[in-house]
């Protein structure tokens, strides 16, 4: 009877661990999805920062010359 219950025991823990290292597998690929997302956003936001920052200056250097012209 002993070596019975030691025997599901095991077998327990065993299953425990199978289902607990596929599931480190899955949060570790969840984590790096994450991580592949945020890098993507952040490089979309230096994009359009680079993009405003190229037209903020081309309408300072139109603004520059109008009145330049004016004068």
Do not use: Y
Request: hydrophobic residues 35%; negative net charge.
């Amino acid at each position: 009877m002993q070596n019975e219950i030691q025997k599901v025991i095991a077998n327990q823990e065993s299953t425990f661990r199978l289902k607990k290292s596929e599931f480190e597998a899955e949060l570790e690929m969840k984590r790096k999805v994450a991580e592949d997302e945020i890098e993507t956003k952040r490089r979309a936001w230096e994009s359009k920062e680079m993009d405003l920052s190229q037209r903020e200056d081309a309408l300072r250097e139109s603004v520059a010359v109008s009145l330049d012209a004016s004068f």
